[in-house]
């Protein structure tokens, strides 16, 4: 069973910085594609923003370009997101996520991930 185990969240004036991590999957970890999707208050679907595959091809939506990083140590079997420039509109549920390939960000198919961290909050504030 893959588990994966968000933390870093947390509450942030607009311009500042947070960094997210998530614990992957203990097994063959470094076969997944890793990521982060987000749920903004009163939003049904979960939004992929940022997406590292196995052999460090990098995808972000234009909504974070530019601002958040992502990277991966898969020595420590875990995935970042380096967040910067934090904006109102990036309050959110932040979930890791982990999949095969990288489809589900590329398609923006939410349904498609094969798991799921727990969530960690960020709330942005003016």
């Known amino acids: 069973q893959v588990q994966l185990a968000e933390s870093g969240g947390g509450s942030v004036q607009a311009g500042g910085s947070l960094r997210l991590a998530c614990a992957g999957p203990?097994?063959?970890?470094?076969?997944?594609?890793m990521g982060w999707f987000r749920q903004a208050p009163g939003k049904e679907e979960r939004e992929g923003i940022a997406a590292i595959d196995t052999e460090g091809y990098i995808s972000y939506a234009d909504s974070v370009k530019g601002r958040f990083t992502i990277s991966r140590d898969n020595a420590k079997l875990t995935v970042y997101l380096e967040m910067n420039s934090l904006k109102l509109e990036d309050t959110a549920v932040y979930y890791c996520?982990?999949?095969?390939?990288?489809?589900?960000?590329?398609?923006?198919?939410?349904?498609?991930?094969?798991?799921w961290g727990q969530g960690t909050q960020v709330t942005v504030s003016s």
């Open positions: 996520a982990a999949d095969p390939g990288c489809g589900p960000w590329l398609k923006e198919d939410a349904l498609s991930v094969d798991y």
């Open positions: 203990g097994y063959n970890y470094s076969a997944y594609c």
